[in-house]
Structure formats: structure tokens, C-alpha cells
């Protein structure tokens, strides 16, 4: 017993020193690599990866990023972070996820929208749109968030809600907008004061906030999704990177946030931990709510296998970002996965935020 009790003392001492500690760190080595390789071929301007393993993190930035905490454009894991504020709302009963849209959104009825519920609009079913045909010019516009989602409500569905998946930014821009009229606050205010505050989240921000656009890591323009300006030459005002898209925090893809603040924000649903939602409303979050043979969904979350990297469990949740963005959490592993670059998502294939997940994915299992 005396061996035993040394033993283990000693594995205790082992487990808490530097070169441990060290040793745990080089196990996500590849995947930083990868980043590496990528900014010093001018492929990436910058990046950010962030992992979390039990209790151990490791966090590295790249080219053009200066810190472990520089903030990113997120693109569309902008949704989760969004559809989170507005489930605090949930958990204060003034909605139901069966309640019909037409109740807080009374001219959104007639053609097929009668039946369409907040669920519809969360996971993705709705029969919305991704983007409204005329996106670009209200970008152009200069359009206030209230514009795009009075044309939202205008917007024909393109099929009767809970019938098919279609990716839809502007179901999430209108429970976004639910959320707004029922808690008598902008979205913005509502997503910080309900979700960045509660996690200390101190390196976020729905549209800039307190911090100035040059604090904010530029997205690199090459292969950006039709939706920003790719391809328009005039598009300057109304691109990602232009002041009023920064400002404007888009509830479909404004938000910008540093790598460890998003794993902050994973944290709170992997554990149920309840700082922001209530526990159960945080597992109800990241369970599917689709019916079988359409693409996996939670409220605001992707999930399963397919919501991750190779290698992921089914108990995967997460969400990619059209502006390089990647971040996953995998229950089974107890990991936390979040990768930013400014490279879009669809400039290259495979993208190095793919390859860095999967290196991860890998790694967390050894």
C-alpha cells in the first residue's frame, strides 16, 4: 500500500509539472502547424486556435492576429450566440418554441406562413430564404436591421414550413427580431447584456460595441461568399469589412468575438452549467429537432458527427462561419475546438480551418 501511495504521489507531482504540462501542449503541435504553414505562404493573414481539454487550453495566433485574443468576424457562428440570447427570453416564458410567428409577427401570415413556428425559424425548416433576393442592395442602402426583416416578413416561402432543410440566416434574423419585441431591446444590447456579460465574455461584441473597427481583424476579400460583395468592385461600403457592416451587428453573421471567449461560450452547453440558460434549456439547445433524413439540427447549433471535424462523436455540436471561422465542442472527448481565420470559408478546399479541426479531432483522442 505504502508503494502505491508513493506511486501515485508521484504521478500527482509528474501530472502538475511544466514539462507535463509542456507535453500535454504539443499534442495540438500539428494542428497549430498547419496555421504556421498557412500565414507564411500568404495563404492566411491571420489566425487564432484555441483548444480546451478538461482543464488544460492552449491558444497560439498567427500572422496579422497579435494576440491570443484578437477579434474575428465570425460569420454564421454568429447564430448560436444569437438564438442564446433570445432562449434566455425562453427561459422567462414569454415564448414557446411552438408558438406561431404570426402571434408577435402579425403581418408575417397568409401564403403558407400561418404555420410557421419559432422552431421552424431555429432549426432551419422554415421555408425562408437564406439571404432576400435583394440583399445586396439593401446593403448598399446602408439598410437598418428593422428593413431587412420587415422584407423578411414580405419574403414568399419557398416550400411549407416543416417539409423540407433549407439554411436559412433570415428564420434566425426573424427570431432574432421576436426576441427584440418581447424583451423591449435591440438585439445588440440583448446579446451582451444576456450572453457576453453572464461569460465574461470581455472580447466580444454583437456589431462593434466599445471597440474601435481597427481593433477588428480584416477579412481577406479573395473567394468571399456572394452575400459580402465578392465580385462586386463597388462593394467597398457594404462588405465585410466596411464600417457599416461591422456596426450593424447581423444576427445571421455581425458578431465578432475572440477564439477563447467562443469556447467560453461552447462551455456553457457542454457542461449545462446554467450561467446563461438553464440547464435543461442548454440540452434542449444542442439536441436534434429535425425529423429524420434532413441535416441534423439544435436551436442555432449544428449537430452530430457533421457538426464537427473527422473524428467527431455524435454528441458534437457546433458551427462554421462563411468568413474562415470554425468552432466544435465534443462531449465524449471532453474537447473545445475553435479555429479563426480570415481566409473565407469557401476560397479553398480543403480550407486550413478544416485541416486544423481535423488535426484536433485526432489529437483529443490520443
Request: aromatic share 8%; proline share 6%; glycine share 10%.
Amino acid at each position: 500500500m505504502r508503494r502505491r501511495t508513493f506511486l501515485g504521489a508521484a504521478l500527482a507531482v509528474a501530472n502538475a509539472s511544466p514539462l507535463f504540462a509542456v507535453q500535454r501542449g504539443e499534442r495540438w503541435d500539428a494542428a497549430a502547424e498547419v496555421l504556421e504553414r498557412a500565414t507564411a505562404a500568404k495563404q492566411l493573414e491571420a489566425a487564432v486556435l484555441h483548444v480546451v481539454q478538461g482543464d488544460e487550453s492552449f491558444t497560439r495566433h498567427f500572422g496579422k492576429a497579435t494576440s491570443n485574443d484578437a477579434m474575428f468576424l465570425l460569420g454564421s457562428i454568429s447564430k448560436p450566440i444569437n438564438v442564446t440570447a433570445i432562449m434566455t427570453l425562453f427561459d422567462q416564458g414569454k415564448f414557446q418554441l411552438d408558438d406561431r410567428v404570426k402571434t408577435f409577427l402579425p403581418a408575417f401570415r397568409g401564403e403558407g406562413r400561418d404555420d410557421v413556428t419559432i422552431r421552424h425559424l431555429l432549426t432551419h425548416v422554415s421555408g425562408l430564404p437564406d439571404q432576400l433576393a435583394n440583399n445586396n442592395e439593401l446593403r448598399k442602402q446602408h439598410a437598418p436591421l428593422k428593413e431587412f426583416a420587415e422584407q423578411a416578413i414580405r419574403t414568399p416561402l419557398d416550400f411549407a414550413p416543416g417539409t423540407r432543410y433549407q439554411y436559412s440566416s433570415m428564420g434566425i434574423l426573424l427570431a432574432t427580431r421576436i426576441g427584440e419585441l418581447v424583451s423591449g431591446s435591440d438585439i445588440l444590447t440583448l446579446v451582451d447584456r444576456n450572453v457576453f456579460q453572464p461569460l465574461d465574455m470581455k472580447h466580444s461584441a454583437q456589431g462593434l460595441g466599445r471597440f474601435p473597427l481597427e481593433k477588428m481583424v480584416s477579412c481577406q476579400s479573395e473567394g468571399a461568399a456572394p452575400e459580402s460583395g465578392s465580385g462586386d468592385s463597388q462593394a467597398k461600403q457594404w462588405n465585410w469589412n466596411s464600417p457599416y457592416w461591422r456596426k450593424l451587428g447581423a444576427p445571421w453573421g455581425g458578431t465578432h468575438a475572440s477564439s477563447p471567449d467562443v469556447a467560453k461560450f461552447l462551455a456553457e452547453f457542454m457542461g449545462a452549467r446554467g450561467k446563461v440558460v438553464k440547464p435543461e434549456t442548454a440540452r434542449l439547445m444542442i439536441k436534434n429537432h429535425n425529423p429524420a433524413g434532413f441535416t441534423p439540427r439544435g436551436l442555432g447549433f449544428g449537430v452530430g458527427k457533421g457538426a464537427g471535424s473527422p473524428g467527431c462523436s455524435g454528441q458534437t455540436f457546433g458551427h462554421t462561419g462563411s468568413t474562415g471561422t470554425l468552432c466544435w465542442a465534443d462531449p465524449a472527448s471532453d474537447t473545445i475546438c475553435v479555429v479563426f481565420t480570415s481566409l473565407p470559408g469557401r476560397a479553398v478546399q480543403p480550407h486550413p480551418r478544416e485541416l486544423v479541426g481535423e488535426r484536433v479531432a485526432a489529437a483529443a483522442h490520443r
